[in-house]
């Protein structure tokens, strides 16, 4: 007999943030988020006490997905991030840095909960306001008459991810990938509504980096028994083709939880076999060339089709269901498929499904020489895809290196260096003038508090007081390159007084680039960064408004 426990009275816990076991909390998270941030960030290792899959990483969605956190403020910090990442897939590190250090600098400053919402709220307009004008000077177009951009944008995921161990020459070769697969989702020449297509990524463990490539269509393992003759049988295509989501095992089991009633000399297994055989006799009669199935097909129905001149694939699985039914289009009862061919990969051999008409669906094969480094670069790939998506929707990027946050820190502190402005800005708001001008400060420090992170090796970062780019000095200088800003746009040169980031200095306005011959060689997703830059204000204004913590400890 269980004992009966009295009901323990809920835990509430009164002004949370001024607890300093929370607030080492949350500066153990921005610790962990900022130490892997950029192409230089600290690999993180996670693994339970008790052994299994030990996950290295300095991505933030697998980061934080795999992070329990006790603490309720730390959760809807993390879930947050983790909603950002699923919808835009890059840029979570940037708003859990900056978000989280906003927390903590209005607790460094002081500063009112309510005079720090207001002000963040009007500060991030502003942001919003230049990010989106004419004369920003941290936005660039993506030109898609020209791969570069593209390559650019994809380039600058895959070096931020130092998990994915690819040098210059591999991350070239991947970033084209990626810009390939992107342009074969695009379908070309459809009427109507046009949708996306769908790129089915393979991993292969083992191969060096340079075997991946990028195939038109779908590729899936090569069925048991299988010959490069078989096909050659098959003729010219286009060829029909059946693909079933049901089992075809004809195992009674499969038929659910269900009461069957079998009458006394019925053998229920092989009465499903005849049906199966039944079927198998009509798709040879309607002359399919292929036959799919999810699940299993019976041994039987399998050697009746290769004796028939089928090609039969089982175990599809799930995942590839949706893109086999979209580079079939539909002919009467069944699908059409341009043709098939052998492809090999690295150490497997494949069978490539050719799209009919102009079937958007594109196979990435990756290859890399181990477990862990695959399945960064995997996750990776698909992400970087994602953000070229996002591109068509809003065609821009913004210069990354740390150059957009300086330049955004320092077009707001111009935005609000004359006292009338802030003293008028500040009455509206219904604060005090000094409590607006630790506002700007705070969510300045904190801007430029992301753009210091992407430093590892204890350099200094420095500003430019003429474009208002992030510098890190060279310690081995050459002579056959100049020295670049963060983003790569701006060239060093003797007359570019530069300060120490985050340090006072006197207030600019940023000289707009105009007509240079350089290119950015990093970039960060305009929708992305966007997105996560009011989310943070929004979220740290959520977790500073936060009152009470009650916990229900039954």
């Known amino acids: 007999m269980s004992r009966i426990c009295k009901k323990k009275p809920a835990v509430c816990t009164d002004e949370p943030l001024s607890d300093s076991v929370i607030c080492q909390k949350i500066a153990l998270l921005r610790n962990i988020l900022s130490t892997a941030y950029g192409p230089t960030g600290r690999l993180k290792q996670i693994h339970n006490n008790v052994g299994g899959h030990v996950l290295t990483t300095s991505t933030s969605t697998a980061l934080l997905k795999r992070v329990d956190m006790s603490e309720p403020l730390l959760k809807l910090i993390s879930t947050s991030v983790q909603h950002h990442g699923t919808r835009y897939s890059d840029c979570g590190l940037f708003m859990g840095i900056f978000m989280l250090t906003l927390i903590e600098n209005t607790q460094k400053y002081n500063l009112r909960t309510v005079a720090a919402a207001k002000s963040y709220k009007r500060l991030v307009e502003e942001c919003n306001l230049y990010l989106k004008g004419d004369s920003c000077g941290c936005k660039v ?46 379908p070309c020449n459809s009427p109507g509504v046009t949708c996306f297509g769908r790129t089915v990524t393979i991993g292969i463990e083992g191969q060096p980096v340079s075997d991946s490539s990028v195939f038109s269509g779908l590729l899936v393992d090569v069925p048991e028994m299988l010959q490069p003759a078989d096909l050659k049988r098959l003729g010219s295509g286009p060829f029909k083709v059946v693909l079933f989501s049901a089992s075809l095992s004809g195992d009674i089991s499969e038929v659910g939880d269900v009461t069957l009633e079998i009458h006394r000399g019925v053998d229920p297994e092989l009465d499903l076999l005849q049906q199966l055989l039944r079927l198998g006799e009509q798709v040879v009669k309607d002359n399919v060339s292929l036959f799919a ?43 059409l498929a341009r043709g098939f061919c052998f492809q090999s990969c690295g150490s497997r051999e494949l069978l490539q499904l050719l799209p009919s008409k102009d079937a958007a669906i594109s196979t990435m094969v990756l290859c890399h020489r181990n477990e862990t480094m695959l399945e960064e670069l995997k996750m990776t790939c698909q992400r970087a895809e994602h953000v070229l998506r996002l591109t068509l929707r809003e065609p821009y990027a913004l210069l990354g290196g740390g150059c957009t946050e300086t330049l955004l820190a320092t077009h707001i502190t111009h935005m609000n260096q004359s006292t009338a402005t802030t003293t008028t800005t500040a009455a509206a708001l219904g604060v005090s003038h000094s409590e607006f001008l630790m506002a700007v400060e705070a969510f300045c420090s904190s801007l430029h508090a992301v753009a210091l992170s992407l430093e590892h090796d204890g350099q200094d970062c420095l500003i430019d007081l003429t474009y208002a780019h992030r510098w890190v000095p060279d310690i081995y200088p050459q002579t056959s390159a100049r020295q670049t800003c963060g983003c790569g746009l701006v060239e060093d040169r003797s007359d570019l007084e530069k300060t120490p980031l985050n340090t006072s200095c006197n207030t600019f306005s940023p000289v707009f680039l105009e007509n240079t011959g350089n290119k950015p060689r990093i970039l960060d997703s305009f929708s992305a960064k966007l997105n996560a830059l009011n989310v943070a204000v929004e979220m740290a204004n959520f977790v500073l408004d936060v009152k009470y913590l009650i916990k229900d400890i039954n």
Do not use: W
């Open 293 to 335: 199935c999810q699940k299993v097909v019976h041994p039987v129905l399998q050697h009746y089709f290769r004796e028939h001149g089928v090609v039969v694939i089982e175990r599809l699985g799930l995942a590839q269901m949706e893109p086999f039914i979209q580079i079939t289009v539909p002919a009467e009862a069944y699908g």
């Open 141 to 186: 177009s993506v030109d898609f008459n020209s791969c570069d951009s593209l390559v650019a944008l994809a380039r600058s995921m895959i070096t931020s991810k130092p998990a994915c161990m690819l040098n210059s020459r591999e991350t070239q070769h991947i970033s084209s990938l990626i810009a390939q697969a992107f342009l074969y989702s695009i």
